[in-house]
């Protein structure tokens, strides 16, 4: 089995830092991949996948490299289970893959990197810090979601002729088309009209989409798209008329 080395910008890349409340930080590169190629699976989905309250250390975490490996979180009330020590039984199974995957020279070397971070998750500290983080990333996504509302409005106006009153992520309308008659048993005719309801979609970062509603089915359509969208929408409702 190979050494598994990681990236640190692609282990971060889907964190949501609106809402991030632990740091993790590694004294070197090899016990940060102990981390990502073994230990936080067996917090999340291996020995202690039944354990409660372990969110706090592989829920959108941010991770980093540093002068020591020490754990941050955003306040105490943040912090779950904490004990993550390794056991023979443990060891039995995976031991031999984190020597591989991770390149220890021992497996006393091996052990003493899962505790170097198993005592540092035990002693998690408070940092101001991600406070910061998280208004600085809440301000930028903001501030995306402005520079775009106007522009996917106006493509709700120009595609379905309707603009709601309030530009915002709530913001939304309903837009009826293919008008047709519908005859009872009884000779009744009535106008009846498909419909489909706009809403805004937006992502950690606040880039935005289109939310279409039809019936119980969704779609996200990018900006640009919308007038695509709705015409494959209405060519399919047409296909489904007897």
Request: proline share 1%; aromatic share 10%.
């Amino acid at each position: 089995m190979a050494r598994k080395i990681n990236n640190i910008e692609n282990a971060n890349k889907f964190v949501n830092k609106c809402d991030v409340k632990t740091i993790i930080t590694f004294r070197t590169q090899q016990l940060f991949d102990l981390w990502v190629n073994e230990m936080s699976g067996q917090i999340s989905d291996g020995m202690w996948e039944n354990s409660s309250r372990t969110e706090w250390l592989w829920r959108n975490v941010i991770l980093r490299l540093g002068n020591e490996t020490k754990v941050e979180v955003l306040g105490h009330y943040v912090v779950g289970r904490k004990s993550f020590g390794m056991n023979g039984e443990l060891w039995s199974v995976i031991g031999d893959r984190i020597m591989d995957e991770n390149g220890f020279a021992t497996e006393k070397e091996a052990k003493a990197a899962w505790r170097e971070i198993a005592q540092a998750i035990a002693n998690p500290s408070v940092s101001e810090e991600l406070v910061s983080i998280g208004k600085e990333a809440q301000e930028a996504r903001t501030n995306n979601i402005k520079s775009q509302m106007k522009g996917l409005l106006d493509e709700w106006e120009q595609v379905t002729g309707k603009r709601p009153d309030e530009e915002s992520t709530y913001a939304f309308v309903s837009y009826y088309f293919n008008e047709h008659d519908v005859t009872y048993l009884d000779g009744h005719v009535s106008k009846q009209r498909s419909y489909l309801f706009l809403h805004v979609s937006s992502d950690k970062e606040g880039n935005l989409k289109h939310e279409i509603e039809y019936h119980s089915s969704k779609w996200y359509v990018p900006t640009g798209k919308l007038a695509e969208a709705i015409e494959a929408i209405k060519v399919f409702d047409n296909k489904m008329r007897f």
